[in-house]
């Protein structure tokens, strides 16, 4: 029997996400049919090689390779269902980036040869994501057609036209601008483009099928799968870690943290206040009729980011249904509040003015793991802890958790990864300011808006 669903969870605050809660109201959840067969919870204390706790993309990604790429056998806690958290609650927009920072801003921050290295690994991200879209197992309805990051200011247009230029010369990246004209002709009639940027490597998921579909090549390959089975309490003697769920206690000598946007603000010293997380709403209309979405001028598979900052995400989906999301609520308490969902309506009119006022079927929130400097980390924290995490994709991690799973699982089992930022030191950490940061993003999401509405 599950639990209630509390729309007001909020992860700095709340000491756990419950246990066996009931998922969140989701399109994917409430499309994706019945969950498949898990391992239930856990229900007597044993030892496990290695304890990858949480289960959503990166988790599951991170049981699939320690099984098929090293030979062990992992043990995947999850306090309530599988892919329970970000996975089940994102666009299901699988981009080529990672974390929350343009290739631009890569070359500012860390050099020309090391932003040439990140480039490589989210290249090589992709195609490990495109491998698992290729499982029998794994059935999520992809559309494979690229990403339109639309401009929805002329001044801003240019700055596309520059990253692009950039993509193109330095990277060796194959994008395309396109006209507003061009992009009406080619792709979608979104009244507010002025133009956009072609990216190859895009592609619309079912967000629940992919999760679930993952969960069942995991098992496949041996993997254990405990739903239900929240970390209680953790403790580590003579190297092994005594991790105590409600019905037992699970001994491992390795443990791979992969709880994104959900991580418990007690779930380990090494963990606690390197994340800042923050709520992104969604809503899914019902299914437009012939006349409205030829309104809307959809004539590509392509999925769509704006160039707010607080960022417009949106599709068709396949069964010609519109999702749309953006940035919401500062805190959980106040996430079930409508001026949130009328923000998101409001945009979704704007850019589609025959859909304005149109019957929402689905509307959700769900908590973005965002790193303190905007990039993610995978990383063994403590060389004398054999603990290791991968967090803080900032709202880009549909495709890159494919990926940071596989290196989780090259740290656990002692293997080399590549000589990057995000590999080599641990998130950084705000400490004590970390709760008080919500005072400087309320005033901050004022200024962006007035930023990104301004001409």
């Given at each position: 029997?599950?639990?209630?669903?509390?729309?007001?969870?909020?992860p700095l605050t709340?000491?756990?996400?419950?246990?066996n809660?009931?998922?969140?109201?989701?399109?994917?959840?409430?499309?994706a049919?019945?969950?498949p067969?898990?391992?239930?919870?856990?229900?007597a204390?044993?030892d496990?090689?290695?304890v990858?706790?949480?289960?959503?993309?990166?988790?599951?990604?991170c049981?699939?390779?320690?099984a098929?790429e090293?030979?062990?056998?992992?043990?995947?806690?999850e306090a309530?269902g599988?892919a329970?958290?970000?996975?089940?609650r994102?666009?299901?927009?699988?981009q080529?980036s990672?974390?929350?920072?343009?290739?631009?801003e890569?070359i500012?921050?860390?050099?020309?040869d090391?932003?040439k290295g990140?480039?490589?690994e989210?290249?090589?991200a992709?195609?490990?994501?495109r491998?698992?879209?290729?499982?029998p197992?794994?059935?999520?309805?992809?559309?494979?057609?690229?990403?339109?990051?639309?401009?929805?200011?002329?001044?801003?247009f240019?700055k596309?036209?520059?990253?692009?230029?950039l993509l193109?010369g330095?990277?060796g990246?194959?994008?395309?601008?396109?006209?507003?004209?061009?992009l009406?002709e080619q792709?979608v009639?979104?009244?507010e483009?002025?133009?956009?940027?072609?990216?190859?490597d895009?592609v619309?998921v079912h967000?629940?099928?992919?999760a679930?579909?993952l969960?069942?090549?995991?098992?496949?390959l041996?993997?254990r799968?405990?739903t239900?089975?929240?970390?209680?309490g953790w403790t580590t003697?003579?190297g092994?870690?005594h991790?105590?769920?409600?019905?037992?206690?699970?001994r491992a000598?390795s443990?791979?943290?992969?709880?994104?946007g959900?991580?418990?603000?007690?779930?380990?010293?090494?963990t606690?206040?390197?994340?800042?997380?923050v709520?992104s709403?969604?809503i899914?209309?019902?299914?437009l009729?012939d006349a409205?979405?030829?309104a809307?001028?959809?004539?590509s598979?392509?999925?769509?980011?704006d160039t707010?900052t607080?960022?417009?995400y949106y599709?068709c989906?396949p069964?010609?249904?519109?999702q749309?999301?953006?940035?919401?609520?500062?805190?959980?308490?106040d996430?079930s509040?409508?001026?949130?969902?009328?923000?998101?309506?409001t945009?979704?009119a704007?850019?589609?003015?025959?859909?304005a006022?149109?019957?929402?079927?689905?509307s959700w929130?769900?908590?973005?793991?965002?790193?303190?400097?905007?990039m993610?980390?995978?990383?063994?924290?403590d060389?004398?802890?054999?603990?290791?995490?991968s967090?803080?994709?900032g709202?880009?991690g549909?495709?890159?958790?494919?990926?940071?799973?596989?290196?989780l699982?090259?740290?656990?089992?002692?293997?080399?990864?590549?000589?990057l930022?995000i590999?080599?030191?641990?998130?950084?950490?705000?400490?004590w300011?970390?709760?008080f940061?919500r005072?400087?993003?309320?005033?901050?999401?004022h200024?962006?808006?007035?930023?990104?509405?301004?001409?």
């Open positions: 029997m599950r639990a209630a669903y509390d729309p007001h969870y909020d709340d000491a756990t996400p419950g246990t809660r009931d998922y969140a109201p989701t399109y994917w959840i409430a499309t049919g019945t969950p067969e898990d391992d239930g919870p856990v229900t204390d044993f496990a090689d290695v990858v706790i949480g289960s959503g993309y990166t988790g599951l990604s049981a699939i390779h320690l098929r090293h030979g062990l056998k992992p043990v995947v806690l309530n599988v329970w958290g970000c996975s089940t994102n666009g299901g927009q699988a080529i990672t974390g929350r920072l343009k290739r631009s890569w500012a921050r860390y050099g020309l090391t932003a990140l480039h490589a989210v290249v090589e992709f195609a490990l994501f491998s698992l879209l290729e499982e197992e794994v059935d999520c309805e992809p559309q494979d057609e690229g990403h339109l990051y639309i401009a929805h200011r002329e001044r801003l240019e596309i036209k520059k990253e692009s230029a193109n330095t990277f990246y194959g994008t395309r601008v396109l006209s507003a004209g061009e009406r792709h009639h979104e009244h483009a002025v133009g956009a940027m072609w990216e190859p895009g619309g967000a629940a099928k992919y679930f579909g969960l069942k090549v995991a098992r496949r041996g993997a799968v405990h239900g089975s929240p970390v209680m003697r003579n092994v870690h991790l105590a769920t409600p019905g037992g206690t699970v000598r443990v791979a943290i992969a709880t994104a959900y991580t418990a603000p007690g779930m380990h010293p090494l606690r206040d390197r994340l800042f997380p709520l709403n969604s899914v209309t019902r299914k009729t409205e979405y030829e809307c001028g959809f004539r598979k392509c999925f769509y980011t707010r607080l960022r417009h599709r989906l069964d010609r249904r519109v749309i999301g953006s940035r919401s609520s500062i805190t959980g308490a996430a509040n409508k001026r949130h969902l009328d923000v998101l309506r945009g979704l704007r850019k589609f003015p025959a859909l006022g149109i019957e929402l079927d689905y929130w769900g908590w973005v793991d965002v790193g303190h400097d905007m993610p980390r995978i990383y063994q924290p060389p004398a802890q054999t603990i290791y995490y967090l803080a994709y709202g880009n549909v495709m890159y958790a494919a990926q940071a799973g596989r290196r699982a090259q740290l656990v089992a002692g293997q080399p990864v590549p000589n930022p590999f080599r030191s641990e998130l950084p950490s705000e400490g300011k970390t709760p940061r005072i400087g993003q309320r005033i901050l999401y200024w962006y808006h007035a930023k990104d509405e301004a001409r």
